[in-house]
Nanobody, 116 residues
Framework: QVQLVESGGGLVQAGGSLRLSCTAS?????????MGWYRQGPGTQRELVAV???????NYADSVKGRFTISRDNAKNTVYLQMDSLKPEDTAVYYC?????????WGQGTQVTVSS
């Protein structure tokens, strides 16, 4: 099993920044995996924010390109999401996900609230 622990959420004013972290533990396969972030706002479906492969290839939702940056520290099994120029519409619960050997593992989520 894989456990994911997220941190870094909170309340911030529009235009501000936050940095989310997610650390994986348990039975990890480091050679090939994908880690990333998804979010779910009030009354919406969970959506992809940004993902990164273990080879460092990243993909972003159009809505966050140029504002969010995903990065990884593979030695620490940790993925980060630097969120800049935050907007009220970024308000959501942010979930970390790890995919390995065809299985998906999710964190418990961390709330991000952006006030206008």
């Amino acid at each position: 099993q894989v456990q994911l622990v997220e941190s870094g959420g909170g309340l911030v004013q529009a235009g501000g920044s936050l940095r989310l972290s997610c650390t994986a533990s348990g039975t990890l396969y480091s050679s090939i995996n994908i880690m990333g972030w998804y979010r779910q706002g009030p009354g919406t479906q969970r959506e992809l924010v940004a993902v990164s492969t273990s080879f460092g290839v990243a993909n972003y939702a159009d809505s966050v390109k140029g504002r969010f940056t995903i990065s990884r520290d593979n030695a620490k099994n940790t993925v980060y999401l630097q969120m800049d120029s935050l907007k009220p519409e970024d308000t959501a619960v942010y979930y970390c996900k790890r995919r390995q050997l065809g299985a998906d593992y999710w964190g418990q989520g961390t709330q991000v609230t952006v006030s206008s």
